[in-house]
């Protein structure tokens, strides 16, 4: 079973690609510094390494 992660937004997609906002609105994450729990499965971790220059990732 996949573990469960903790992901924050700490940078703001204002300025970034359009796939990069699509992404982050698929993930949950709409506002910065709002924890969001979501399970590490390999689609979940494919879509965060995408944007993993906006995001704060933290194992529960």
């Given at each position: 079973m996949a573990k469960p992660i903790q992901v924050k937004l700490v940078r703001s997609p204002i300025?970034?690609?359009?796939?990069?906002?699509?992404?982050?609105?698929?993930?949950g994450l709409t506002r910065l510094h709002r924890p969001v729990s979501?399970?590490?499965?390999?689609?979940?971790?494919?879509?965060?390494?995408?944007?993993?220059?906006?995001?704060k990732i933290e194992e529960q």
């Amino acid at each position: 079973m996949a573990k469960p992660i903790q992901v924050k937004l700490v940078r703001s997609p204002i300025g970034r690609p359009e796939k990069h906002r699509k992404i982050l609105q698929a993930l949950g994450l709409t506002r910065l510094h709002r924890p969001v729990s979501l399970y590490g499965s390999p689609q979940v971790l494919g879509a965060l390494k995408k944007v993993i220059h906006l995001v704060k990732i933290e194992e529960q």
